[in-house]
T-cell receptor
């Protein structure tokens, strides 16, 4: 059973387009993190959202944590080829001492 | 500190052989994690340490897998009697406390190919 479902699994768009990636769960998380991973490298943290309904912006990236803390979204405005990569959401459960649970990821390809 | 370091970067081994990977975390981080990742998928949790204590192990970690973190510094992950299904990227990460604020810092991984 996959605790965190990401959609879409693959996304191929042209430079300048907007996109949204979703991360959904039936479980409640104390926080959610988004990572970006390039081929042959480890994931790199983009943002952490903690409060239900929280919205964070990182340049052209906007992250939102659902009110019920079960889902999150990542919106990219005016995508660029440098945004290409695997986007992963990861949730932290309320129980202390548990490791992050990752979704399967969304592979984004932005062509010029 | 140059981040999380993993060695080797690549390992090709014959089925049935034993392999050992090493991870050097960020020195200030007290938690260390091992994940496994196959192509195009998200990382799957294997195990983690707080200092030298191994606190959680996934059911994915069969008896052929063992991890250690002596003295709470570097960690090793050993796979005995490797199988083709063990082929994957093995990622190590470290964090300060639970990593819920500053996240995990990952190494570049060790790519294992079992032939």
């Amino acid at each position: 059973t996959q605790l965190l479902e990401q959609s879409p699994q693959f996304l191929s768009i042209q430079e300048g387009e907007n996109l949204t990636v979703y991360c959904n769960s039936s479980s409640v998380f104390s926080s959610l993190q988004w990572y970006r991973q390039e081929p042959g490298e480890g994931p790199v943290l983009l943002v952490t959202v903690v409060t239900g309904g929280e919205v964070k912006k990182l340049k052209r990236l906007t992250f939102q944590f659902g009110d019920a803390r079960k889902d999150s979204s990542l919106h990219i405005t005016a995508a660029q080829p440098g945004d290409t990569g695997l986007y992963l959401c990861a949730g932290s459960k309320f129980q202390a001492g548990t490791a992050l649970i990752f979704g399967k990821g969304t592979t984004l390809s932005v062509s010029s | 500190d140059t981040g999380v370091s993993q060695n080797p970067r690549h390992k090709i081994t014959k089925r049935g052989q034993n392999v050992t990977f090493r991870c050097d975390p960020i020195s200030e981080h007290n938690r260390l994690y091992w994940y496994r990742q196959t192509l195009g998928q998200g990382p799957e949790f294997l195990t983690y340490f707080q200092n030298e204590a191994q606190l959680e192990k996934s059911r994915l970690l069969s008896d052929r897998f063992s991890a250690e973190r002596p003295k709470g510094s570097f960690s090793t992950l050993e796979i005995q009697r490797t199988e083709q299904g063990d082929s994957a990227m093995y990622l190590c990460a470290s964090s300060l406390d639970e990593g819920t604020v500053y996240g995990y810092t990952f190494g570049s991984g060790t790519r294992l190919t079992v032939v």
